[in-house]
């Protein structure tokens, strides 16, 4: 059973950066693929990035703006999403999720999730 901790939320300025972490247990990150997806109070859960267990990536391009890193350390088992030039937009619950295989970037395709963590901007 894979287990998702994130880590590394905040509450920071509009402007700041911020890398968030996901640690993985009961499996090897480097055999899942592993998405973030974010969720503001009466919204919509929201895609951001995902990596496939090759390492292919894919990011959205709404939500990003060119400011969001996905990168993946297999050696900590980790997953991280880098954030620079934080918005007050971009206040949400960040989620860290993972599927052995999934098969498109939206939410019903991965069925491990962790419990999130909360970023906000202010401005």
């Known amino acids: 059973q894979v287990r998702l901790t994130e880590s590394g939320g905040g509450l920071v300025q509009a402007g700041d950066s911020l890398r968030l972490s996901c640690a993985v247990s009961?499996?090897?990150?480097?055999?899942?693929?592993m998405a973030w997806f974010r969720q503001a109070p009466g919204k919509e859960r929201e895609f951001i990035a995902a990596?496939?267990?090759?390492?292919?990536?894919?990011v959205d391009a709404d939500s990003d703006k060119g400011r969001f890193t996905l990168s993946r350390d297999n050696a900590k088992n980790t997953l991280y999403l880098q954030m620079d030039r934080l918005q007050p937009e971009d206040t949400a619950r960040y989620y860290c999720?993972?599927?052995?295989?999934?098969?498109?970037?939206?939410?019903?395709?991965?069925?491990?999730w962790g419990q999130g963590t909360q970023v906000t901007v202010s401005s």
């Open positions: 009961g499996r090897t990150v480097s055999d899942l693929d």
């Open positions: 999720v993972a599927e052995q295989h999934a098969e498109a970037c939206i939410a019903t395709e991965f069925g491990s």
């Open positions: 990596i496939s267990w090759s390492g292919g990536t894919a």
